[in-house]
C-alpha cells in the first residue's frame, strides 16, 4: 500500500492572505460588472454619465485598489513568514494589479466628476480637450484596467486552489 504524503498546514498568515486574494477577486468581478454597466453612457459622447453610474463604478475602483494593496500586503507578511513562493508570487502580482489600476486613475476620477456633475473639476482633470475626446483617447487606460483585472482574477484562482488543496 502506498504511503500518503501528509500536507503542510496553512498557517493564519497563509490562510488569510489566500481569503484576501479571493475577496480580491470578488472585488475586480464586482467592479468589472459596475463597469459595463457604465460602458453604454461612456459610448454616448455626452457629457451626461448618470449619477448612480458613476458613484457605483467609483466605489468599485477604490474596492478594487484597497482590497488589492491590502491582499499584496498580506501576502507579502505571509511570504516573509512561510516562505512560500506562490505567497510571493500572489503578493507580485497583487501590486501589479495596484500599479495597472492606478494608471487609470485619472480616467476613473474624470469619471466621478462628471457623474456628480462638478465641471470645474472635470475640465481640470481632462484639460483642454472636450470630455467626448478625453474618453475616445483613453484606449491604454481601459488595457491598464483590463490588465489589472485579469491579474486580480489569476490571483485570486491560484489563491482558491491553495486554499481547497490544504
Request: with cysteine; aromatic share 10%.
Amino acid at each position: 500500500m502506498p504511503k500518503q504524503i501528509k500536507k503542510r498546514e496553512l498557517k493564519k498568515s497563509e490562510k488569510a492572505a489566500a481569503a484576501l486574494s479571493s475577496v480580491m477577486m470578488a472585488a475586480a468581478v464586482i467592479f468589472s460588472a459596475l463597469f459595463i454597466i457604465l460602458i453604454p453612457d461612456l459610448d454616448s459622447g455626452s457629457e451626461s454619465v448618470q449619477f448612480a453610474k458613476a458613484i457605483s463604478a467609483a466605489a468599485g475602483y477604490v474596492l478594487f485598489v484597497a482590497v488589492s494593496a491590502a491582499a499584496g500586503v498580506m501576502s507579502f507578511i505571509a511570504f516573509k513568514r512561510s516562505k512560500q513562493m506562490g505567497d510571493a508570487m500572489r503578493a507580485f502580482f497583487s501590486a501589479v494589479s495596484v500599479l495597472t489600476a492606478l494608471l487609470s486613475i485619472r480616467f476613473m476620477l474624470a469619471l466621478f466628476f462628471a457623474g456628480i456633475d462638478d465641471q470645474d473639476m472635470l475640465d481640470k482633470i481632462i484639460g483642454s480637450g472636450s470630455y467626448s475626446s478625453f474618453v475616445k483617447n483613453q484606449a491604454p487606460s481601459f488595457a491598464c484596467l483590463v490588465i489589472a483585472l485579469a491579474v486580480a482574477l489569476f490571483v485570486g484562482i491560484s489563491a482558491i486552489v491553495k486554499l481547497v488543496k490544504r
